[in-house]
């Protein structure tokens, strides 16, 4: 259990870049943070050593990696194609009260925008598209899509506090059930592909900004 919560905390302190890129850290001074022994500490960052979120260098030490732009766009791929096609199935099916489960996180990211709390637009962002999965009966394909878009996480964490986009995201979510309840494949296909390359897009001017973060 302490294992588990050592490794999902030090996880999303590097998804938030709460710890940078290259930012050095130690094992006792994790211990020391986290008030636990250093075992849990080095077992988690073996973990994520092998996600590729830190790098372990003998007799350097382990340093937080460096956002790799390639296994972005791989993750990406991967996260377009099987949401693409869980949602096409959801669409044939979608009934009145899915899609009111829908609007209604839509209404809640709209409310977090306005109170201007972007952690909570981005837990929002995360339970709609879990939703739909789910709603489609592959409640595995979100799973798989979780541990592959870690890199695209990164990303979307750097961006989310430019507002505009934000609102952005809110419209283009607004997009997607609506094609969902038109049964529309092909508006399906290109509302999920418009939203979705989003990060990619950002990625040019976040490395700009970012420029020591990005590989």
């Known amino acids: 259990m302490i294992k588990k919560k050592v490794y999902y905390n030090l996880k999303n302190l590097i998804i938030k870049s709460e710890f940078e890129p290259n930012q050095k ?17 080095r077992e988690s960052l073996i973990k994520l050593e092998q996600e ?14 460096k956002i790799n732009k390639e296994e972005v766009k791989e993750a990406q791929f991967i996260r377009e194609s099987l949401e693409i096609s869980t949602l096409k199935l959801l669409s044939s ?5 899915q899609v009111m489960q829908l609007r209604e996180i839509i209404n809640q990211q709209i409310i977090s925008l306005r109170a201007k709390k972007i ?13 739909m999965a789910n709603m489609a009966g592959y409640k595995m394909v979100w799973d798989v899509i979780k541990e592959t878009k870690v890199p695209i996480d ?7 506090p430019i507002l505009t986009e934000v609102e952005l995201m809110i419209f283009q979510h607004r997009e997607i059930v609506t094609s969902l309840i038109d049964n529309n494949p092909k508006k399906i296909e ?15 001017k976040l490395s700009k900004r970012y420029y020591d973060y990005f590989i």
């Not at 590729?52 to 990696?65: E, N, R």
């Not at 990164?154 to 989310?160: A, E, F, K, Q, T």
């Not at 290109?190 to 040019?204: A, C, F, M, R, Y």
């Open 119 to 131: 952690m909570d637009f981005f837990h929002l962002d995360e339970k709609f598209h879990r939703t």
């Open 93 to 97: 099916f979608i009934s009145d009260e």
């Open 25 to 41: 850290l130690s094992e006792i001074n994790l211990s020391k943070q986290f008030n636990v022994s250093r075992t849990p500490i």
């Open 190 to 204: 290109e509302n999920v592909k418009t939203h979705l390359s989003e990060v990619i897009h950002s990625i040019d």
């Open 52 to 65: 590729g979120l830190v790098d372990i260098i003998p007799q350097k030490g382990t340093f937080v990696s």
């Open 154 to 160: 990164r990303i979307r964490m750097l961006s989310l």
